[in-house]
């Protein structure tokens, strides 16, 4: 059983930076594949960015590459989603979310979830 729990969440200026974390409770946090997704009104929950077990492989949507960047640290069971210059459209709920095995891009293939952290960004 894995916990997930989201923080760092807020309100910025279009152009700003914010920094999400994901606090994870279990003592096989490094064996898990965690991935950012975030959900806007009435749109489908997508897929942000991943980072495989190590820290060392890490995946974006296109929507986000070179402004957002994933990063884990197994001695805190943490996985960080530094945001820089975010946009009125990055405007979201986001979810950290944790799976075993392979990398997968698909809410559906995600066996645990945090609450989420509101994100909104203003122009």
């Known amino acids: 059983q894995l916990q997930l729990v989201e923080s760092g969440g807020g309100l910025v200026q279009a152009g700003g930076s914010l920094r999400l974390s994901c606090a994870a409770s279990?003592?096989?946090?490094?064996?898990?594949?965690i991935a950012w997704f975030r959900q806007a009104p009435g749109k489908e929950r997508e897929f942000v960015a991943a980072?495989?077990?190590?820290?060392?492989?890490?995946y974006y949507a296109d929507s986000v590459k070179g402004r957002f960047t994933i990063s884990r640290d197994n001695s805190k069971n943490t996985v960080y989603l530094q945001m820089n210059s975010l946009k009125p459209e990055d405007t979201a709920v986001y979810y950290c979310?944790?799976?075993?095995?392979?990398?997968?891009?698909?809410?559906?293939?995600?066996?645990?979830w945090g609450q989420g952290t509101q994100v909104t960004v203003s122009s």
């Open positions: 980072v495989n077990w190590s820290g060392v492989n890490t």
């Open positions: 979310a944790a799976t075993q095995g392979r990398v997968v891009f698909k809410h559906y293939e995600y066996d645990y």
């Open positions: 279990g003592r096989t946090f490094s064996s898990y594949i």
